[in-house]
């Protein structure tokens, strides 16, 4: 058995094998000591020989179908190994093969599924200068592909997520990842590449089809039946999106929070959808903003339209209710997976979709009539299912009755058979009980020695000489008649056939079913894009949310903003709504202000809402005129992320430094607290001249607001025109600090914190020694060895006002000495100059 277990495991080395073993799937070595903690099972050891000791864990076959899903929601592959031959019949160990694999990627059952995500399963093919990516989703069929420079994969990974990625062997990821990989030989994607079906691969460019013929070949072995559902590859198109990476993602918390949940993101604070179709398509908007004024404008007449309209949206939103996933139904009609009671459910959901017409039928929107104009008839594929399947159908088709009276000549004709032998069956049971007089005769079934008559042990002497024993249990004995035995073979003949009758038919249907596939995905994309509007609507009504306006110059202006998830979660202070005004004259703001002010919220505001205007939604504020974003740069300072501990500043500069390389003029920069992960003064120098390159270059960083409890970096707006300073407003009442989340303009109180210590009971001592050592700094006294130091401006009247990195004070005097423009000076700036230079001195 342990090399019939070796052969088979060695066929699946990078799955968990499921051996089948009687009426358990047991799980042996490497494999139960890695399932057994993920399933929550005994882990047992079992000693075959006395020197082999097999850790193992097993679960009983009939609820494999939900372990298996935990594994695989886990991020691993299951191989079900099964008995290929009845244990009975067989001679010595009875064959065993694998007859099913099932990986995180290719998942079609619903258990292991999360009903408003995706399942992606990723390809990607190298290659120079630009990698092919396929994503295919099996559970509904979508499937896109395109080609992406290595550098940027791990952006589009992170708004995908796909669940296990496809390389080819020796090929590494070029970024980290938690989610399965799994690997084939180069020649492997070569053979997939040359046997892919023609429309797999039409219109594609040569690294984008290498990608979708993997992806679809893989998809293709482990769902052996074929893909009917799966259509032809859409081409990605990058860079006519928003691009948001992992980063951004994180940061405006699309899938999850920041602590990881998922029911606090903003996808789930968004989502009133009713069907799982039109919750994927959320997610989809979200994370592929559109950048089309076009497009835009047309998605925010269709939420209007729906707002202004409350009863068509709720008569919608009712009808959509019954609808059901009738995309993911398909998936598994389609893989042949699907159980006769799945397709009911289906086929009701296909008859809701004229009643979601009519409900529509007012909208005038041209989104929402192309949307609802494009629902195509697909009746007749319901009138399959109904002229087939029984309204009271099993689970299973194989359990028997899955298909209704009528379908099929042949089949009621056995059936009929079957119940009058039922009939004949209680007729032999009662003539031989009046010939032989035993009262408690009567008929039995039983799977191996089939019909018999069943008569108690007492009875024994009374049984008719013509009768063939069959059986002797404890207290009874079995016999059969010739009569009984015909009847016997008739039975089991009709019982056979029909079962076989029923598979066929059942699967016939299904194949006719699958090939409505292009129906089904457009009314599927039509249905999920109505769910879409009438959800944004449905939130934009209930949270009072505004359509936002589209700027055709480059501008953010927001009033009374407010960050949706902050204001719905945190309800223990009331939101504070702010203001946001950028425009390529003040396009930088620099925001200083106490801890926990406000301040990263106040920048993630900004983004979300941006984003969300982008995504075709209403906005959280009074009212919202922006521009078309192409991308959205976040960068959230080290100390905002201990809890994840990555080391930070090598991190923090990748990040600065991807944003200084690709920004334009139309992106989105929200920099937290950047420059926090190393020592003061390193950090300062970085911030500060990362400042300075991005007000330089405008064409190349677009809006900027840099949140940071730098001080001095409020300085740079003397000398940056647009460069403008914001704090968080606070108010001391009673000798409580209070916080007012107010954004207003200009620049904090230096000696801010020295008065929270006040307010904290340090002692007069130590707060007024703070507030000395705070004056020098601020006077540069304090001259750190070597270490560079911000000069503080050179006096008011030093006209250009130049801001230098020196190391002391006198090498500040002389060098603004040398700089001075005297042929330019007043006599009294000179003077003024001058008596600056001597303070400097003095200190
Ligand atoms: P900072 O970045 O300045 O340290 P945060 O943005 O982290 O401050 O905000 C601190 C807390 O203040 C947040 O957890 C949030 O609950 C609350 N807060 C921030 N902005 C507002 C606002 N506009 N209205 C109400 N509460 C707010
Ligand atoms: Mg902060």
New binding site residues.
């Given amino acids: 058995m342990l090399r019939q277990y070796f052969e088979m495991k060695s066929r699946v080395p990078d799955a968990i094998l499921f051996y089948r073993m009687g009426d358990f799937y047991e799980m042996f070595f490497e494999d139960a000591r890695e399932a057994a903690p993920l399933l929550g099972i005994a882990l047992t050891a079992r000693h075959r020989d006395s020197d082999i000791e097999a850790p193992m864990c097993g679960v009983p076959w009939h609820s494999a179908d939900q372990h298996i899903a935990r594994l695989v929601a886990a991020g691993r592959k299951v191989a079900i190994c099964d008995q290929v031959e009845d244990p009975r019949a067989a001679k010595g160990l009875v064959r065993r093969d694998i007859t099913r694999i099932v990986t995180p990627g290719t998942v079609v059952d619903p258990s292991a599924l999360l009903p408003d995500a995706p399942c992606w399963l990723a390809a990607l093919t190298p290659g120079d200068p630009e990698w092919g990516l396929a994503f295919l989703d099996l559970s509904t069929g979508r499937f896109h592909a395109g080609k992406l420079p290595p550098a940027r994969l791990a952006e589009v990974f992170a708004l995908f997520r796909p669940r296990e990625t496809l390389v080819p062997e020796g090929c590494d990821l070029p970024f980290p990842t938690n989610a399965a990989v799994s690997r084939r030989p180069p020649e492997w994607f070569g053979r997939a590449r040359s046997e892919a079906p023609p429309e797999t691969l039409a219109r594609l460019d040569a690294a984008t089809g290498n990608a979708a013929a993997a992806a679809r070949a893989y998809a293709g072995e482990m769902r052996p039946r074929g893909l009917p559902h799966v259509l032809r590859p859409e081409p990605l198109r990058f860079d006519e999106r928003m691009r948001l990476d992992a980063s951004a993602v994180a940061t405006l918390e699309l899938f999850e929070s920041s602590d990881g949940d998922p029911q606090r993101s903003l996808c789930a604070l968004l989502d009133r959808t009713r069907t799982a179709m039109g919750a994927r398509a959320l997610r989809e908007a979200v994370s592929r903003p559109s950048l089309d004024p076009v497009e835009l404008e047309d998605r925010w007449d269709a939420v209007e339209e729906l707002v202004g309209k409350p009863a068509v949206r709720e008569a919608l939103r009712a009808e959509l209710g019954g609808v059901g996933d009738l995309e993911r139904q398909f998936g598994r009609i389609a893989v042949g997976t699907a159980g006769p009671r799945d397709v009911l459910a289906w086929a009701s959901g296909l008859k809701r979709l004229p009643p979601v017409r009519a409900a529509g039928e007012s909208l005038a929107s041209p989104r929402l009539r192309a949307l609802l104009d494009g629902i195509p008839d697909v009746s007749d594929l319901a009138d399959r299912v109904d002229r087939t399947v029984a309204p009271d159908a099993p689970a299973l088709a194989s359990a028997g009755g899955a298909i209704r009276a009528g379908a099929d000549v042949e089949l009621d004709s056995l059936r009929d058979l079957r119940r009058n032998a039922q009939g004949a069956l209680l007729e032999i049971e009662a003539q031989e009980r009046q010939r032989s007089g035993i009262a408690n005769l009567r008929v039995r079934f039983n799977r191996v020695f089939g019909y018999s008559l069943e008569v108690g042990a007492a009875h024994r002497d009374r049984v008719p000489a013509d009768w063939i024993r069959r059986q002797s249990l404890a207290n009874a004995e079995r016999f059969a008649t010739p009569a009984l035995k015909d009847l016997e073979a008739k039975i089991l003949g009709a019982e056979e056939r029909i079962g076989e009758i029923e598979l066929r038919l059942y699967s016939e249907m299904l194949v006719d079913l699958a090939a409505g596939s292009d129906r089904v995905s457009r009314a599927a994309a039509a249905i999920a894009g109505i769910d879409l509007h009438a959800s944004f609507a449905e939130l934009a009504h209930s949270a009072r949310w505004v359509r936002p306006k589209l700027s055709a110059t480059p501008r953010i202006s927001i009033r009374d903003g407010r960050h949706p998830l902050?204001e719905h979660h945190?309800r223990e202070?009331p939101?504070?709504p702010?203001d946001c005004d950028l425009s390529p004259e003040k396009r930088i703001l620099v925001i200083t202000?106490p801890?926990?002010?406000?301040?990263?919220?106040?920048l993630r505001q900004v983004g979300t809402i941006v984003l969300l205007a982008q995504a075709g939604s209403f906005v959280p504020a009074a009212s919202a005129e922006i521009s078309a974003v192409d991308r959205i740069f976040t960068r959230v300072g080290a100390a905002d992320h201990l809890s994840r501990g990555e080391s930070t500043f090598m991190v923090e500069m990748l990040e600065a430094a991807a944003i200084v390389r690709e920004a334009t003029a139309s992106s989105l920069v929200l920099l937290d607290e950047v420059g926090r992960g190393t020592s003061t003064f390193d950090g300062l120098s970085i911030a500060w001249a990362l400042v300075e390159h991005l007000h330089d270059s405008p064409e190349k960083s677009g809006f900027v607001l840099f949140?940071t409890h730098y001080h001095e970096l409020t300085e740079i707006s003397l000398v940056k025109p647009a460069v403008a300073n914001a704090t968080?407003a606070v108010k001391e009442i009673g000798g409580r600090v209070v916080f007012l989340?107010k954004v207003v303009p200009g620049a904090a109180d230096r000696s801010y914190g020295i008065h929270v210590a006040e307010l904290a009971g340090l002692p007069a001592a130590v707060t007024a020694r703070a507030r000395e050592v705070l004056s020098n700094l601020e006077k540069q006294e304090l001259d750190i060895q070597g270490a560079p130091v911000i000069a503080r401006r050179g006096g008011e009247s030093a006209g250009e006002g130049q801001l230098l990195l020196f190391t002391g004070s006198e090498e500040l005097v002389l060098e603004k000495l040398r700089e001075a423009d005297v042929d330019r000076m007043t006599p009294i700036s000179a003077l003024s100059f001058l008596a600056s230079l001597q303070e400097r001195l003095k200190g």
């Fill in positions: 902050v945190r202070e939101f504070v702010n202000g801890n926990m002010g406000g301040k990263s919220t106040y949140a968080m989340r």
